[in-house]
């Protein structure tokens, strides 16, 4: 059992303004316990904060200040976490802090490069590679996915999110069992093989939470979301299973509701966050404190969740996210405030060890025969009933795996029983009459007889042959045992290519077919012949279609629309940006992919001249009459050097490849993730587009009657006037977008360029129309509008 009070980290999220410094300070000096100092500006002192205090400390196991890494975050938060949650006990991560402090950056990671992968991505990579360095025992990974928003929880990882609406979807509820255990219905558990696996399972929950949500629910600030990793090991043969559950946990925003300041739903909404926050509060302050004997964990789903993290059989870390900026200030002391309480409550981790009734019925049984037999042997009962057919196709099968065992140790083991000891006896004699008559040592032993009639058969011959015959059979154990070394060598060679492959137990679904260049290609994919995870990748692909792919049924006017909405996104810079990172990671590996094949064939070459060589020296010895080689042979010594310095370039290479594989891979999900982000904020923008023309419905109608443009200087610029008018009232109703890329910042004050509006997002989604008149009406005025621009020279 370990004891250990929840550990709590600060990180301070970089500030955009350099002048916000200065409201804070690191002392780092107290060694064991740093502490952050946050300093309140003399004129906020005089208002709201009531007390005046002009700064305030607060105590942490560590602080991370602006410029901490997302892999110093790692190493040094969520590493010792996922370390224990390998030896069997439960961990819990959770971060806790006002909206857009960076939470989801610090939990799952930003949604643009690699190197700003969180914790979730991190921990599947680091727990995947140790298990895949432990063959000791057989480890199970299962991973599932929770959001709880307005006190209800959802499936993220629910396949019929693609269908349905959050509101339709089942609940997931809590259960508590009479020992006063938690189970969740509804949630799904998806078993995860490897770290590709998992990290599509991360995408497809934080695709499904972003679909799911609207501006007019902002789910993700106002939701909690828990990434859970189920862990379970055995020992080969052994019933005792380990099971551990590590919980990751990006909270909702915890900003106070009176700041909030809204009306109607989202007051709702503000309200209940703070309700489900302020019930995790209440039971951390009544963990806090000594003596008391209820914990109100049943207040709230998320307390009931996260009940064995606090306070429980865990091992807990909470990291405090801050924005130290001055408008940020009393949310940051109240955070601060917040993770002191946490820090006071004491947890008991404790082993998760288990028997697995299934195996311990099986051994049982079997031990039960055992005793069976060796009673009736002691006793010297006889059993005379005929062995059952079943009983002897058994022991058939038994004895071919025996013989068929390499392993001179191996034993035949039938139990006590005489009839099926007589059985094997029986069986083998035949066996080997068999061979005798059929075999291959037939056609020399004839010769030899033809040999002995046709000669005379004088006792001096017969010596003679008799020494021949010993001569070979020596000749023969040499060369099988020479045959055994090599064998086994070759098995060696076999077994540690296979563990630098990194996969000792999956060497079949090795992504990079021995001596297939094609292999390349499927690089980024998952293995196919892991049903779970093919499965995903289709789920993921079919979801992704759905969501960005229906363009094929988008009228061609919104396609085009779409597609300067799309040149002109901010993020399309990422997008473009990635894109061009994944080409150069695809000619990277498929270059290691080459040299990895070379280095392959080259080991092959290198194996195959040293057992020629060999051969050739026992040839040697057998000629001279000496069994063994003498002295070691320095050419052989010169050939293994060569190949050992060829299998380390070989793992060096793989491993390289290896995590240019994962690179790739969480670049095409961030890819993904973004285009359907586009996507969505598309529909959004062309809805509200269409609803505008529908407002103002005589002049869209004017620009549909349009499409056949007059061409006079005179009517060109009566409709360019129209136009613009028109375009003002219709571009007013957008908020510009605060993407960089925006033509708005360099647009002149007369006239709207209609690019600039596609680039604009809403501010707000209303169902989408669907009316391909509507359509073709926006791409007319579209259309129109930049005909004239350019003709008027305003482009
Ligand atoms: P939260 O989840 O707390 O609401 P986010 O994680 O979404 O906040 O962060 C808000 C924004 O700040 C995001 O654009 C994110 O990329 C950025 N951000 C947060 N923390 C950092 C950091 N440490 N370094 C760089 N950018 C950050
Ligand atoms: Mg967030």
Same mark, same amino acid.
């Given at each position: 059992m370990v004891k250990q009070t929840i550990q709590i980290f600060a990180r301070v999220k970089p500030t955009v303004r350099k002048q916000q410094q200065g409201i804070y300070s690191i002392d780092e000096d107290e060694k064991l316990t740093p502490s952050l100092e946050i300093i309140l500006p003399r004129d906020l002192a005089d208002g #709201?904060? +009531? +007390?005046?205090?002009?700064s305030y400390k607060f105590k942490f196991q560590r602080i991370f200040d602006q410029d901490a890494k997302q892999e110093a975050i790692f190493e040094n938060i969520a590493k010792p976490v996922a370390e224990s949650v390998l030896a069997g006990y439960n961990g819990t991560i959770f971060a806790y802090g006002q909206t857009s402090s960076g939470k989801t950056f610090t939990i799952t990671g930003g949604a643009e490069r690699y190197s700003d992968r969180g914790i979730i991505p991190r921990t599947l990579s680091y727990i995947f590679e140790q298990l895949q360095k432990d063959s000791s025992k057989i480890y199970t990974t299962h991973i599932s996915y929770l959001e709880i928003y307005n006190e209800c929880g959802y499936d993220l990882l629910d396949p019929r999110h693609e269908a349905s609406t959050l509101e339709d979807l089942p609940k997931v509820t809590v259960l508590e069992d009479p020992d006063q255990n938690i189970h969740l219905k509804n949630l799904s558990l998806h078993q995860a093989t490897t770290e590709e696996e998992a990290l599509n399972l991360l995408f497809l929950g934080d695709t499904n939470r972003m679909i799911a949500e609207t501006p007019m629910n902002q789910a993700s600030t106002r939701s909690h979301c828990i990434f859970t990793i189920h862990l379970s090991s055995k020992e080969p043969g052994s019933a005792t299973v380990r099971r551990a559950k590590l919980h990751l946990v990006d909270l909702a925003g915890s900003e106070r509701v009176a700041k909030t300041g809204v009306g109607g739903q989202l007051l709702t909404e503000a309200k209940y966050i703070n309700l489900s926050l302020h019930y995790l509060e209440q039971v951390i302050v009544a963990l806090s404190e000594k003596h008391r004997s209820h914990i109100p964990y049943r207040n709230s789903m998320m307390t009931s969740v996260l009940r064995d993290s606090l306070g429980g059989n865990c091992m807990t870390t909470m990291i405090a996210t801050l924005s130290l900026e001055k408008r940020n200030i009393d949310e940051s002391i109240s955070t601060c405030r917040f993770a002191q309480r946490v820090a006071l409550i004491r947890n008991e981790a404790v082993l998760n060890e288990e028997i697995d009734p299934r195996l311990m019925i099986l051994r049982l049984q079997k031990e039960i025969q055992e005793l069976k037999d060796e009673l009736a042997l002691v006793t010297g009962e006889q059993r005379t009933e005929a062995l059952t057919e079943a009983e002897l196709l058994q022991l058939e099968k038994l004895i071919t795996s025996f013989l068929e065992d390499q392993d001179p140790e191996s034993k035949l083991e039938v139990g006590a029983d005489m009839r099926k000891i007589h059985h094997c006896f029986h069986y083998l004699k035949k066996l080997l009459t068999d061979k005798k008559i059929h075999g291959p040592s037939r056609a020399p032993s004839s010769k030899v007889k033809d040999q002995v009639n046709q000669g005379p058969s004088t006792e001096e011959e017969y010596k003679k042959l008799r020494e021949i015959l010993q001569q070979r059979d020596n000749e023969i154990n040499i060369l099988v045992n020479m045959l055994k070394k090599e064998k086994k060598k070759a098995q060696d060679a076999l077994h540690s290519s296979s563990m630098d492959r990194g996969e000792p137990r999956r060497s079949q679904s090795s992504p990079f077919p021995p001596g297939n260049p094609e292999g390349l290609r499927t690089l980024p994919l998952s293995t196919p012949t892991q049903a779970q995870d093919s499965s995903v990748i289709q789920y993921r692909s079919s979801l992704l279609h759905r969501k960005t792919g229906v363009r094929e049924e988008m009228s061609l006017g919104r396609q085009e629309a779409f597609e300067i909405f799309k040149r002109d996104h901010a993020d399309s810079v990422t997008i473009e940006d990635n894109k061009q990172i994944l080409k150069q990671r695809f000619s990277e590996a498929k270059a290691l992919g080459e040299s990895i094949n070379e280095a392959r064939s080259k080991i092959g070459r290198l194996k195959e001249e040293i057992t020629q060589r060999h051969v050739q020296q026992v040839a040697l010895g057998i000629s001279e009459n000496t069994t063994v080689p003498s002295a070691p042979d320095p050419m052989e010594e010169k050939l293994r050097l060569q190949l050992e310095e060829e299998k380390r370039r070989y793992k060096t290479m793989f491993t390289r490849l290896k995590a240019l594989k994962v690179e790739i891979e969480h670049l095409q999900l961030l890819m993904d993730k973004a285009k359907v982000k586009l996507q969505k904020e598309f529909d959004a923008w062309w809805a509200e587009e269409a609803t505008s023309l529908q407002v103002n419905s005589p002049p869209v109608n004017s620009f549909s009657h349009?499409?056949? #443009?007059?061409?006079?200087p005179e009517s060109q610029h009566e409709r360019s006037q129209l136009l613009s008018n028109q375009s003002d009232v219709y571009t007013r109703k957008i908020l510009p977008s605060?993407?960089?890329?925006?033509?708005s910042q360099e647009q002149s004050s007369t006239g709207t360029h209609l690019e600039d509006s596609i680039a604009k997002r809403p501010v707000s989604s209303v169902p989408l129309t669907g009316d391909s008149q509507t359509d073709s009406d926006i791409l007319a005025f579209i259309k129109a509008r930049q005909s004239i621009l350019q003709r008027t020279g305003c482009q």
């Open positions: #709201f904060v +009531n +007390n005046k205090r002009e349009m499409k056949p #443009f007059p061409q006079t605060p993407g960089p890329l925006l033509h």
